[in-house]
């Protein structure tokens, strides 16, 4: 099986990724690599980051490698808090504050749209690099509902579905998320090359 490296620290990512390419590829994540430093995520765009990750992995580990960039664009908001979610209430901020943040900013709000969109990007082992996207509508829920997931996943509702995110198993979350599409385009394009 071909091993492709994800350029993400992130466990609970890598996680949901083994799993969407569970038999068709060999995914190791950083820290299995033992590359522990952060890679800085200085571009303005989920695109720009992306392929930041992925060129920082690529010249260190010279594999075959891929990153995303995943944003939660509020329409209220003018799309925030978009490339700045992890950072939203601030450098240190955790999930649990920065959702405290957009439940605060979006108080009164009867439009409540959002999407996550991920953005990912692959170097192959020439050095070629190829861009995927991956996206889910749904609106952001009044209140914090589940247990499951991370980042956002509380107060996420997916148009078409009874239950937030966090309140999907893993399975489901990743029947139906903007990273495990933004992942699907990208084993597509293997497959077809
Ligand atoms: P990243 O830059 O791709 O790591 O994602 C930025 C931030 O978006 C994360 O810190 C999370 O807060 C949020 N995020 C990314 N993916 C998800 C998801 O699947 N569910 C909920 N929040 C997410």
Redesign the pocket.
């Known amino acids: 099986m071909e091993t492709l490296v994800f350029a993400?620290h992130?466990h609970h990512?890598a996680k949901e990724i083994k799993n969407v390419l569970k038999g068709k590829y060999h995914v190791v994540y950083l820290t299995e690599l033992d590359l522990y430093e952060e890679i800085p995520?200085t571009g303005d765009t989920l695109q720009e980051?992306a392929l930041i990750k992925a060129r920082y992995v690529f010249e260190k580990t010279g594999k075959a490698c891929f990153a995303?960039?995943?944003?939660?664009e509020v329409a209220a908001l003018n799309g925030a808090p978009g490339v700045y979610?992890?950072r939203y209430a601030g450098e240190k901020a955790s999930?649990e504050d920065?959702i405290n943040k957009l439940l605060l900013a979006m108080e009164g709000i009867n439009n409540r749209r959002a999407r996550?969109r991920?953005v990912m990007a692959y170097i192959d082992n020439q050095s070629n690099e190829h861009l995927f996207e991956g996206k889910v509508e749904g609106v952001i829920t009044t209140q914090k509902r589940g247990e499951q997931?991370?980042?956002?996943?509380p107060v996420?509702l997916p148009d078409g579905y009874q239950e937030n995110?966090a309140e999907m198993s893993a399975e489901e979350?990743n029947r139906i998320?903007?990273?495990a599409k933004a992942v699907q385009q990208l084993v597509k394009y293997l497959k077809s090359i």
């Open positions: 993400t992130n990512k995520e980051n995303d960039d995943t944003g939660l979610s992890a999930f920065n996550f991920t997931g991370f980042g956002y996943d996420f995110f979350k998320s903007h990273r």
